[in-house]
């Protein structure tokens, strides 16, 4: 897919995560339970976008946001091509210490989740792998605009910056990145 068509930048989404990290984009420092492979038997690239999360316990609280949200049967599409950049648990942690609002009321306030889970998602042609994504902007599913930096950062609307700690996870409709925060649109 031309990343064009995406926006001008060319490109992640919460990128869930692939099996090695791209040059180009700046790993996290430290590799944590998000970095782990899927837990499941089944192939990776067997298995959906939305089952690779449910495959990590680590995306416990995205796949709970996913299911809230009432976003798991259209992200299960077999004849999609998402590209999601996956906040963890710990990254949803901090979004609520951040908001100062607690998971039941997030999950509860659907329209507000479904913007923010929207803004971790790019619907197009084909998935968007960490050697296609260039400095500049994405046009995301929630109609916000996510920025890559010249540091391959993600940097959200509020100015906040996420790192893309794991990129490329492969699904049978699309790729994950893994990120290390929730994206918050304005």
């Given at each position: 897919m031309k990343l064009t068509k995406i926006a001008t930048m060319g490109t992640l989404a919460l990128s869930i995560a692939g099996l090695s990290a791209c040059n180009n984009m700046t790993p996290s420092s430290s590799e944590d339970v998000s970095t782990q492979t899927p837990t499941s038997s089944q192939a990776v690239s067997d298995m959906n976008v939305v089952q690779i999360a449910q495959s990590n316990a680590?995306?416990?609280?995205?796949?709970?946001?996913?299911?809230?949200?009432?976003?798991?049967?259209?992200?299960?599409?077999?004849?999609?091509?998402?590209?999601?950049?996956?906040?963890?648990?710990?990254?949803?942690?901090?979004?609520?210490q951040e908001t100062g609002m607690t998971k039941d009321q997030l999950f509860a306030n659907k329209?507000?989740?479904?913007?923010?889970?929207?803004?971790?998602?790019?619907?197009?042609?084909?998935?968007?792998?960490?050697?296609?994504?260039?400095?500049?902007?994405?046009?995301?599913?929630?109609?916000?605009?996510?920025m890559v930096t010249d540091q391959g950062q993600l940097k959200d609307e509020n100015g906040r910056t996420t790192n893309i700690v794991k990129t490329d996870i492969a699904a049978n409709n699309g790729v994950v990145h893994v990120i290390d925060k929730v994206l918050l649109p304005k």
């Open positions: 680590d995306f416990s609280l995205l796949v709970e946001a996913v299911e809230a949200a009432g976003f798991a049967a259209p992200l299960s599409n077999p004849n999609a091509n998402f590209t999601i950049f996956a906040p963890t648990n710990e990254a949803f942690a901090q979004v609520l329209p507000l989740l479904t913007k923010i889970l929207g803004y971790h998602v790019i619907n197009g042609a084909a998935p968007v792998y960490a050697e296609d994504v260039q400095p500049g902007a994405i046009a995301m599913l929630s109609k916000d605009t996510l």
